[in-house]
């Protein structure tokens, strides 16, 4: 009687799970770290040591001789996938190459394809002992290539970025992109330690604070595609110097899991930063404990409900001397007030007639100023350039809001100001 192997049994089930939820299958499945896991362990399983055991092999090890010891023509997508396994300075060790390269087969449909190469090269599938391995023992073999042709049937669309704790762990952080216009400080306190780039502080009134998109805690992962793991002291200071000038996209690994706690695989850097910093807390999201209404929420971001009350030409200057006038003005053509949803965005104001039909927007650059009116403190104003791309001849367009509320006004005055005085190319 043939002996029977749990782990195919696990590795069935798990699928069999993920296959009956809906297409595609992304980071957010709550399958997915069991099949990787399960994955995993059967690729580790039965590998022999080298006798004198100076390095310890892997899967990964196997994996990248492939294209070296098997002479299959049909060997392209499989090496375009190792090749992009190797330029990814995200991951530096040989487990979180193996981790990053099943992810990425499972994403391209090819993790089969990788099974089936390595049984038909005889000198890696050596590396592993026919007793105890799956893949060298003929009876594991088969029906372990069968679950993974029925794995390669269905669609994973993985995020290949967030691969910065694969070192470490199949656990991925909270992983989002920060775009932000061009500044002279963001005003976020670094901190290297274990190759990473921690926030420790985000100055009070600074863009970063304005922006709402890093906490202290949080790690600067990337910066306009340039990756900084493994950084060095200062180096995300000479990335930002090379790209003075230029609109900014951060990718950040935050402190905080979809859970609401602390990452797991992040707490010993964490506590690490707490010995050298004594002061260091972590930040939590000070928006959670404002009350924000359903109806003024879009793609998680905060819609400000107005009426918008017209606009008018207030000549050549556009500074805030001239908002009393630009706001009395259009007061007096006694326009039919429009509902409107306005967007104070990370790099420009949209408004909007509902949540998709853009009345107009402007970006920072093109806002020379903005205020409430002293008297009526619910109605705000801002000043835009009509042509901004001739800055010393264009002319200025005062457009004019009301808010049900003194509160809201006042906030989104000082989020837009925040903005246009962050920009250093500001009209």
Not at 36 to 61: A, S
Not at 134 to 143: H, K, R, S, Y
Not at 207 to 225: F, H, K, P, T
Request: glycine share 6%; aromatic share 8%; proline share 4%.
């Amino acid at each position: 009687m043939s002996r029977k192997e749990p782990l195919l049994g696990a590795l069935k089930a798990c699928i069999l799970n993920i296959q009956s939820d809906k297409d595609p299958i992304t980071d957010g499945h709550p399958q997915l770290t069991s099949l990787c896991d399960i994955l995993e362990i059967i690729l580790r399983k039965g590998i022999r040591q080298p006798v004198l055991g100076l390095w310890r092999r892997d899967y990964w090890h196997w994996m990248e001789q492939l294209p070296q010891q098997d002479t299959c023509p049909r060997l392209t997508q499989l090496s375009m996938a190792l090749e992009k396994t190797l330029a990814c300075k995200k991951t530096l060790t040989a487990q979180g190459r193996g981790r990053y390269y099943i992810r990425q087969a499972m994403n391209r449909k090819i993790m089969a394809v990788t099974i089936h190469h390595l049984l038909h090269t005889p000198r890696l599938l050596e590396w592993y002992d026919r007793e105890s391995s799956v893949l060298a023992n003929e009876c594991f073999a088969e029906p372990f290539l069968s679950l993974l042709l029925v794995l390669s049937q269905m669609n994973f669309t993985l995020d290949l970025e967030n691969s910065s704790f694969l070192d470490e762990s199949w656990l991925l952080p909270v992983c989002e992109m920060y775009n932000t216009v061009p500044c002279r400080e963001l005003g976020m306190v670094l901190w290297y330690t274990g190759g990473r780039i921690f926030v420790t502080e985000v100055v009070a009134g600074s863009q970063a604070e304005a922006d709402e998109c890093v906490q202290a805690g949080d790690i600067i992962d990337e910066i306009n595609g340039v990756a900084l793991r493994n950084a060095k002291g200062r180096e995300a200071q000479t990335v930002l110097q090379k790209l003075r000038g230029k609109p900014l996209s951060f990718r950040m690994i935050h402190w905080k899991w979809h859970d609401g706690s602390v990452y797991r695989p992040m707490l010993p850097h964490l506590q690490l930063m707490q010995k050298d910093i004594p002061d260091f807390q972590l930040q939590y999201d000070t928006k959670s404990n404002k009350e924000i209404s359903e109806d003024k929420l879009q793609d998680d971001r905060l819609l400000y409900s107005l009426q918008y009350l017209g606009q008018v030409n207030i000549g050549m200057y556009g500074g805030k001397e001239v908002l009393d006038e630009g706001i009395e003005k259009v007061l007096q053509q006694k326009l039919v007030p429009q509902e409107v949803l306005l967007d104070v965005k990370e790099t420009e104001v949209i408004s909007m007639e509902n949540s998709t039909q853009v009345l107009f927007h402007h970006h920072y650059p093109e806002i020379a100023s903005v205020g409430q009116r002293l008297d009526r403190r619910a109605l705000f104003a801002y000043c835009v350039a009509v042509s901004p791309e001739t800055p010393l001849t264009t002319s200025f367009d005062c457009l004019v809001f009301e808010s049900s509320s003194v509160k809201d006004a006042t906030e989104i005055v000082s989020r837009i100001a925040a903005g246009f005085r962050n920009t250093e190319w500001f009209v």
